[in-house]
Nanobody, 118 residues
């Protein structure tokens, strides 16, 4: 199983980025997919989640209204559209997949760096 994030980079405050997480080796549609982030010296924190099935979403309060999580089951990919970025969004962003049903599974990607700075 592999989760591979991409799309990180350096962006100015107020800018946008779209992160992608491509999954392989698992039945993607069975998995609840989430994004987490970890800033230097801080614990990893939840950012957004999208369920399997109907694709219900929920967000951390700090990103609500600015970030949007989505998934394309045909492409085995989950996305995080990040708008109105702030310096405090600077972190390594990680993709996570947890099996919603069937055989258990809990997988992490390697992370992608997002830096918001002028």
């Amino acid at each position: 199983v592999q989760l591979v994030e991409s799309g990180g980079g350096l962006v100015q405050p107020g800018g946008s980025l779209r992160l992608s997480c491509a999954a392989s080796g698992l039945t993607f549609s069975r998995y609840v997919m989430s994004w987490y982030r970890q800033a230097p010296g801080k614990a990893r924190e939840f950012v957004a989640r999208i369920t399997s099935g109907i694709g219900a979403t929920n967000y951390a309060d700090s990103v609500k209204g600015r970030f949007t999580i989505s998934r394309d089951n045909a492409k085995n990919t989950v996305y995080l559209q990040m708008n109105s970025l702030k310096p405090e969004d600077t972190a390594v962003y990680y993709c996570n997949g947890i099996a919603a049903f069937g055989p258990p599974g809990n997988y992490w990607g390697q992370g992608t760096q997002v830096t918001v700075s002028s």
